[in-house]
Every structure is written in structure tokens, then in C-alpha cells.
């Protein structure tokens, strides 16, 4: 199988601020590939950087097979669509979600408006009861179906998503994954996928990176994780926390 | 023996143009020196229980109850200025985001001290004094350096630090925290709950742990009450969560993505109506 995405030696800076400093990466087409790691990790930029929407300063970035220049066309985003980790600030709070879905048709000159929306609600699990609903009329996870019939609308084949469902509970968040994953399954979509917590990951994922001040700590699959085989202290660290707080007794000092 | 606090049917119900909104619906629960955990999703009222405690309640809600005691006294039939004298004294709480708590325009230092020179008749020189080894017992390693700092110049986790140091500063004997460590990174969160574990324990304080994550409250509390649509569904101790009968409960905890389990689709949580009468 080709490559969908791949990277070589990425380096993007702000200023004198190194946000990512070499970092390399393959994702095959059809796979969910994660990417982890703490605030200020890089993770966030490397799925902007392919985005188009960070400096890219040294490296190169390849989409199915086309290597990436420093600005985007319009066929590469019929490629690749991106979901954002925040629904109460990625969806414009003046327009209908029908508005909203009818945008990326009209910059992309497609046709057939009327039955792609129906389809992209359907597919996300929302009725045609919410086509003119604003987006303060929905809730967090209804929200975030609807930035999926988005990013969907325009049948990319690479979906990035930035922390998906960190900013929803956790039982919206449970049927917002298994969206995911269906869509996924029923379209051959590739993933890749930003997230702090290592158990979305290793469930959403076949292999995973971990990053850490902008570089690459290990590349793992997800087995190896949840067989807790990882090599580097950093990931050991990472695991542990998402265990929850273990109390130390030994370690009490008198007050 | 009193508790420490004791809430019976406590009532937070905001009049809207639209009709009521019952945010919290008849809560009872009692609070030794122990930690206690609130776990529920957004909209269960969680929050608005830890603010009516403390007193934070917007003016135009209305927050009853049949008892609302804190170490014996009825703290809905005190006037604001008694109210006043307890909240940050013997009352505290910590917010989410040390971001938005902290005064931005003033150095963290002198935010502490302002806090202890408000309840406790202290020189400058004492204040400061105590301030920083507040400091130090937060584990924060350059105490010296970090007082006379901005808010914006630490990190999120060195200022929740900041943010429990001002808290712990007056010695309260019951501290809220709401949801202290959602904002910081997975390590740094579990160094801060740490940290307040430690202080909570030596200084004997009573803890109401708000949070929405049950795994972690569930590792962190002796005991656990679950809230759904303003009202207590479940109260349990941490260890016992596990065997939780109620099916709000149980399907929270089984709908999160574990390490190492293969459940594909992930179980979802089937709403029943009945659990929010």
C-alpha cells in the first residue's frame, strides 16, 4: 500500500520557537495513525502543519503521493478535511448547520447540495430535524456531528482530527468515536488523530506516536501500548498517569 | 460528633423568562474530614452544588435547603458579612483554571498575601514570610522567584499551585475544589493532586472533589456521590465503585475507552427518563 501521508524531517518555528524540529512520519492509506503527547508537545502543529495552517520552515509533506507546497489548492482539501477540538468555537454562530454544510460545496463548486447535505446528516446520525438549527441550539456532541457531515461533505479521504471529543463527557464522547469509527470503516477513510488521552488513542488507533517538546519520544503500535511494551521512560510516565492517582504512603511528610 | 458539613435538600433554581431552571434538585449529603468526590456530567449541577457551599451563587438564583451546616451553623440564615468572614478563612475552593482565577495584573506573591492579611491580623513582613513557605510546601522549587512572578509567566501547573498556596494559606478547614486539574497535562496532574492529597491529610481538612472524571475521582476520594440532572443518583465509597448498581453509574464507567480492552463499538449510554425524576 502507498503512503497517504508522509513526512520527512518537519520543522516549523514561530519566531525563534522551535513548535516541531524534525519530525518524520508515515501513515498508510486506509490506517488511523495517532499522534500523543502533553500541551506544547508539537502534536497539535504537526496536524496543522499538513493542514496548511502552520509555517512549515524545513521538510517536506506528501499527500497521497503529492509532495505539499507552502500553499494549498482547492483539490488538496477535497483530500483532506480537518475536525477541530472545540465544536462551541469551530462552527460560525450566525449561520444554520445547513449554511454551514452548503459552504465548502459552494468554494467547491459541487453541485447536488440538497441530497450530499441530507447524506451527511444522515451519516453522522442527525436527522433532517436539525438542517435549520443554529449551532447554539445543539448540544456539544450534536455539535461536533455536525463538524464531522463538514469535514465529510466534500468525501476526503484523510480526515485529521485535532482532540475530537476532549471537550465533550464521556458518554457523548463514546458514541462520537464509534461515529468515527464507523465512518471510517464504511468509507476507507485514513485518520489521523491528535489527543492527550492514551486510552482514545490506543481505541481509535492501529499505531501511535508520542511526542514530546516537538519531537518524536517513540513509535509504537497500539498493542505494544496496551501491552504496556514501551521503550522510552517518558511513555511509561504517560501510562502510569492515565491509571489515575496512586497514593504513596512513604511518602507523607509530617506537617 | 457534628460533621463538618452537612447539606440536606439543597435547592439551586434559576427564574428565567422562560420558567424555572432547576439546576440542583434536592442534594443531601454529609462531609467529615475526608475526601469526598462529585462526579457527573456537565449539566448535573455539580458545579452549582460546590458554588451554593461556598456561596457563589449569582444573586438572581435562589438557593434553598433544609439544612445547609457548616460545623453546626446554618450558613443560609448568616448575613453576607458572617458568610463573608468564612468564605477563604475557613471555607476555600479551588477553580479549574489557574488561568482565569488568578489576578492577572497582580504578582502571585502578593495575591497570597493579600488573602492572609484579609483574615488574619498579620505584619507585611510575616505575611510574607508565611506566603513563601506556602510556597514551598506546594513544591514549587524557586519560591523566592515564583512570588514576585505574573500569573501569565508560570505554567498551568505552577499556578494551580499558586492558586491551592493562596487557598490553603488561612488553614480552612473545608476546601472545594472544582475540577482543579482538568486544565493541566495528564504527569503535572497527578504531581498537583499530589500535592493536595498531602496537604489535605497533614492539616485534617475536610475535601469535596468536583470533577467529571470518574476514573480519576474514583482513585482519589474515599467516597463518591454521582449527580445526574441535579439530583444524587448514587453515594458510594471510591473503592466499592466498581459494584455501583446504579445504571447511570455503571454506564459511565463502562462507555470510557480502556488501555488494553478491544470493544469495538464502544457501549453507549442509553438515557433512561426515570433517572432524572
Excluded at chain 1, 441530497?115 to 436527522?127: S, Y
Excluded at chain 2, 495584573?105 to 506556602?134: C, F, K, P, W, Y
Excluded at chain 2, 515564583?146 to 491551592?164: K, T, W, Y
Excluded at chain 2, 499530589?194 to 489535605?200: A, E, H, N, S, T
Aim: glycine letters at 8%; a neutral charge.
Amino acid at each position: 500500500m502507498s503512503a497517504a501521508i508522509s513526512i520527512t524531517d518537519l520543522q516549523v518555528v514561530y519566531d525563534r520557537f522551535h513548535a516541531l524540529n524534525g519530525v518524520s512520519l508515515e501513515v498508510e492509506a486506509g490506517e488511523s495513525f495517532g499522534l500523543v503527547g502533553e500541551s506544547g508537545s508539537g502534536k497539535s502543529t504537526l496536524l496543522r502543519a499538513v493542514a496548511g495552517l502552520a509555517p512549515v520552515s524545513a521538510g517536506t509533506i506528501s499527500v497521497n503521493g503529492q509532495k505539499l507546497g507552502p500553499r494549498r489548492d482547492k483539490a488538496f482539501y477535497r483530500q483532506v478535511q480537518m475536525v477541530f477540538q472545540d465544536p462551541y468555537g469551530s462552527l460560525h454562530p450566525r449561520q444554520t448547520v445547513d449554511r454551514l454544510l452548503q459552504e465548502p460545496l459552494a468554494v467547491h463548486g459541487i453541485g447536488d447540495g440538497e441530497t450530499r447535505i441530507q447524506r451527511a446528516l444522515d451519516e453522522v446520525g442527525l436527522g433532517s430535524g436539525f438542517r435549520f438549527r443554529y449551532s447554539h441550539q445543539l448540544s456539544g456532541g450534536q455539535r461536533q456531528r455536525v463538524a464531522i457531515a463538514r469535514a465529510l461533505i466534500l468525501e476526503p479521504s484523510i480526515l485529521l482530527l485535532d482532540e475530537p471529543t476532549s471537550a465533550l463527557d464521556a458518554s457523548v464522547q463514546a458514541e462520537v468515536l464509534n461515529l468515527l469509527e464507523e465512518v471510517r470503516r464504511a468509507r476507507g477513510l485514513t485518520f489521523l488523530m491528535v489527543s492527550h488521552d492514551l486510552a482514545v488513542v490506543t481505541h481509535m488507533c492501529g499505531r501511535l506516536m508520542v511526542m514530546r517538546n516537538g519531537e518524536t519520544v517513540e513509535m509504537l503500535s497500539a498493542a505494544e501500548l496496551a501491552t504496556r511494551q514501551a521503550s522510552h521512560d517518558y511513555t511509561q510516565r504517560l501510562l502510569a498517569a492515565s491509571d489515575g492517582f496512586v497514593r504513596h504512603p512513604g511518602t507523607f511528610s509530617p506537617g | 460528633m457534628t460533621p463538618l458539613l452537612d447539606v440536606d435538600d439543597l435547592r439551586v433554581t434559576y427564574p428565567t423568562r422562560t420558567g424555572e431552571i432547576k439546576a440542583v434538585r434536592g442534594v443531601s449529603f454529609s462531609l467529615g474530614r475526608e475526601r469526598l468526590g462529585i462526579v457527573g456530567e456537565s449539566g448535573s449541577g455539580k458545579s452549582q452544588t460546590g458554588r451554593a457551599i461556598m456561596g457563589l451563587t449569582p444573586p438572581q438564583a435562589v438557593v434553598t435547603a433544609r439544612t445547609l451546616a457548616f460545623d453546626g451553623k446554618d450558613m443560609l440564615k448568616m448575613t453576607p458579612r458572617e458568610r463573608r468572614a468564612l468564605r477563604g478563612k475557613r471555607i476555600a475552593m479551588i477553580l479549574q483554571d489557574p488561568k482565569y482565577s488568578l489576578d492577572p495584573v497582580m504578582t502571585i506573591g502578593s495575591q497570597i498575601v493579600e488573602t492572609l492579611r484579609a483574615h488574619e491580623n498579620v505584619a507585611r513582613a510575616e505575611a510574607r514570610d508565611r506566603a513563601l513557605s506556602m510556597l514551598e510546601a506546594v513544591q514549587i522549587r524557586d519560591p523566592k522567584r515564583v512570588f514576585n512572578l505574573h500569573p501569565h509567566e508560570v505554567s498551568g501547573g505552577m499556578g494551580q499551585r499558586a492558586m491551592i498556596a493562596m487557598m490553603l494559606i488561612a488553614g480552612p478547614e473545608l476546601m472545594i475544589a472544582d475540577e482543579p486539574t482538568s486544565a493541566l497535562d495528564v504527569t503535572v496532574q497527578l504531581d498537583v493532586l499530589g500535592i493536595l492529597d498531602r496537604l489535605v491529610s497533614t492539616h485534617g481538612m475536610g475535601l469535596i472533589f468536583i470533577s467529571h472524571d470518574l476514573r480519576l475521582v474514583s482513585s482519589f476520594c474515599d467516597r463518591v456521590v454521582v449527580m445526574y440532572a441535579g439530583k444524587v443518583v448514587e453515594q458510594l465509597p471510591a473503592s466499592e465503585l466498581h459494584n455501583a448498581e446504579h445504571p447511570y453509574t455503571r454506564g459511565l464507567l463502562d462507555c470510557m475507552p480502556k488501555i488494553g480492552a478491544d470493544r469495538h463499538p464502544l457501549p453507549v449510554l442509553a438515557r433512561k427518563a426515570e433517572w432524572a425524576t
